[in-house]
């Protein structure tokens, strides 16, 4: 495994010594997607040799030039190829013991990905989307890491339109419910939650209808971000 660890050497005065110690920073990417009624999440197999089998969730150390944004989206691109996706730093994780190499900082970042309209590019290890509710232990502490990423993303879409990263530009409302219904965990009124959504001005009647699906067609809609900002 490659060295991973920066060195630091402090200035101590004679009356408060401060030890050397050896760090790393990283970014840890949390990709949901959303697939036949699934919200899911993007993993790879990990190559450290004491989770080998295990998954975890797509990272890297930073390097000399790069800062944490730029960090992220060079990991996103590298791994999947992927550059256009809604991205947002969440938290930075910061035990002690987190890490069985030495000291490791990282900070998580929150992406949303269509599934549908993205090819996956995979590099090295094994890359695959998996079912958040099936997920039960991940390398590291990224269980920690995902489930905060989660409760993140359930806050946010209850107050912004981020959740339409995770469709095709047109979809019907029952998709738009069950995805709502899929992250928060719960199921609303059919009759309610539409009366909701078109009170807000912010979805877009394309006159067409879906195709070959195996329940009734419903109308097919895009969102209206010129109507969400005036909404806000």
Not at 63 to 77: F, I, P, Q
Request: proline content about 3%; hydrophobic content about 40%; charged content about 30%.
């Amino acid at each position: 495994m490659k060295e991973i660890f920066a060195g630091s050497n402090n200035k101590v005065s004679p009356t408060n010594k401060i030890p050397d110690f050896r760090f790393s920073v990283s970014v840890d990417c949390v990709i949901f997607g959303y697939d036949n009624g699934v919200l899911k999440v993007l993993l790879i197999e990990s190559d450290h040799p004491k989770f080998l089998g295990q998954w975890s969730l797509l990272g890297d150390v930073l390097k000399k030039e790069e800062d944490l944004d730029n960090a992220s989206y060079r990991v996103l691109r590298e791994r999947t190829g992927l550059d256009d996706m809604f991205l947002e730093q969440v938290k930075t994780f910061s035990a002690v013991d987190r890490h069985p190499d030495g000291r490791v900082i990282t900070t998580a970042y929150l992406a949303l990905v269509n599934v549908k309209n993205h090819q996956l590019k995979t590099i090295d290890n094994a890359l695959h989307w998996h079912a958040v509710s099936e997920v039960s232990t991940l390398a590291f502490d990224h269980k920690l890491i995902l489930e905060t990423c989660l409760a993140t993303l359930r806050k946010k879409i209850e107050d912004e339109p981020i959740i339409f990263n995770l469709l095709e530009k047109k979809f019907s409302l029952r998709d738009l419910q069950h995805l709502f219904e899929e992250i928060l965990g719960k199921e609303f009124d059919r009759r309610n939650f539409r009366k909701k959504l078109f009170t807000t001005g912010m979805l877009i009647d394309e006159n067409e209808m879906e195709v070959d699906v195996h329940h009734r067609p419903g109308k097919l809609y895009s969102f209206n971000k010129d109507a969400f900002k005036e909404h806000q």
